[in-house]
């Protein structure tokens, strides 16, 4: 289904968020923020196209080494192309998020964008993600979530039920209904502090959320306990 989609898939993400998602993963990589004293690189999972990695990369000047993962190949090829012409230094590896294969104990920051809710299993991704961070690491999750605003909320579901299917079906022109698919796994997906307890649950201390634009977005940290 990724695959089929990778070729929109960066327009029609600007496109139906009005461009606000570039400013939630700059917040994100403002708010969790790696640190450049750190020699450990940071990773960012379900990477898609890239976007979240690049931004950290921008961000810290490439002074913090960044990589990439996805298990979409049609996603890592358009990942790769951007890089290059951003002459951005960021290596892309295919790999599942709930068997990672690097080891133990190796990122300053583990993130992921807007991909969590498609893993298979949401517990052992984060417990993926928890595993590869160092004692001291940090995980960050950019996922959607629902706005609670008694007159919002009904809007946005209109939004997302109705008229985003539909532009995304016919720009994409996806065989599977990717744009079906993707709007009902948000609703059904955990957010706040559901989201955060799961989070607790796979292994990290300290965390907490924030809400983006009224709550259309919400980014999750957590802390890897040194033991």
């Avoid at 995980?139 to 007159?151: T, W």
């Avoid at 009904?154 to 709007?183: D, T």
């Avoid at 955990?190 to 924030?210: I, K, S």
Wanted: net charge positive; glycine share 6%.
């Amino acid at each position: 289904m990724f695959g089929q989609i990778a070729h929109s898939y960066d327009f029609l993400n600007h496109a139906l968020s009005l461009n606000i998602d570039t400013r939630w993963r700059a917040a994100t990589a403002r708010l969790a923020a790696p640190d450049p004293a750190d020699p450990a690189p940071v990773l960012d999972l379900c990477t898609g196209t890239g976007d979240l990695a690049l931004t950290y990369h921008r961000a810290t000047n490439g002074a913090v080494p960044v990589v990439g993962a996805d298990f979409c190949h049609e996603m890592l090829v358009r990942a790769a192309e951007k890089a290059k012409r951003a002459g951005a230094a960021v290596p892309f590896v295919e790999a599942d998020a709930q068997a990672l294969p690097f080891p133990a104990d190796t990122f300053q920051l583990v993130t992921v964008a807007f991909g969590l809710r498609n893993v298979t299993d949401t517990d052992k991704g984060l417990r993926e993600m928890v595993r590869v961070a160092k004692p001291g690491g940090r995980v960050a999750v950019l996922e959607f979530s629902r706005p609670r605003n008694r007159v919002l909320g009904p809007l946005y579901r209109f939004y997302f039920l109705r008229v985003l299917p539909l532009i995304g079906q016919v720009v994409s022109r996806s065989r599977e209904n990717a744009y079906n698919y993707l709007p009902r796994s948000v609703l059904a997906f955990p957010d706040y502090e559901a989201l955060a307890d799961r989070m607790r649950a796979a292994g990290l201390a300290d965390v907490w959320f924030r809400p983006f634009t009224f709550g259309v977005a919400t980014l999750y940290v957590g802390t890897k306990p040194v033991t």
